[in-house]
């Protein structure tokens, strides 16, 4: 079953979870799962709430939730950037499900390489050393899903978006995933993709924050008031306003680290 597929959501909603294993590089507890519905069968990732790391910034369980909420953006925008996610029991808690994404191997789209090996079309993000104390460049594709990806992540506010949190699909989608902490109150963005920094944003993307827009006024507003406090959706009214004032991709503010760490 691919994200964009009929049912989608049902499945995740009403399937039985069955664990399958454990993604070991996570920083919250993250299963790899079957989940089964009538005769329907896909993988999924569950996220139990009880398995989520205190952070000192945002509060103790609510990760689940955001990953929904953020979901919720991404489906009222039109975009379908983040896979079928929801919120509900499963064997080790209530916990967020989504579904597994299979992605395309040796094809990653960002990357860290010698200055040298940047290929056409790929924008460099920052250049620093390796640990040989070579010069290395953090890239990623410059391509058109990526950046409505640049976008959305700053209406989100996520704090983490990381190369490896951005999936290359085997059917050409491209998706992200890992949102637990996105949408504070607070400006907290950081993420690779900074390679369209202060460019005028593409048409898609204008389009896309309008929906956001409208959506928080009515039902979108109120799905999110689920997951999010009011303070937080008002700060994500407010960074749609302004993007859409500023009509171009937003800089760095300075006040919080740019790029997540480690970048993969």
Known sequence: ?????????????????????????????????????DGVTAQCVYKPVRGERPLWDFPDGTLAGREVATFLVSEASGLGLVPPTVLRPGPFGPGMVQLWVETRE???????????????GWRGVLRAHDRFGEPAVLVHADHPRMALMAAFDAVVNNADRKGGHVLHAVDGGV????????????????????????????????????????GLDGGLGEDLHGHLTRAEVRALAERVDKLLAAGVYPEPSGEWPAIPWPAF
């Open 106 to 120: 040796d094809d990653d789209l960002v990357d860290i390489v010698a200055e040298e090996q940047v290929r056409p």
């Open 1 to 37: 079953m691919r994200p964009g597929d009929e049912g989608a959501l049902d499945l995740l909603t009403r399937g039985r979870v069955e664990v399958e294993g454990r993604l070991v590089d996570a920083s919250n507890t993250t299963l790899f799962c079957r989940i089964a519905l």
């Open 175 to 214: 998706y992200g995933v890992d949102h637990g902490i996105c949408l504070h109150a607070e400006d907290k963005l950081r993420t690779v993709l900074w390679g369209w920094l202060g460019e005028p944003l593409p048409p898609e993307a204008v389009e896309a924050l309008r929906r956001v827009r409208s």
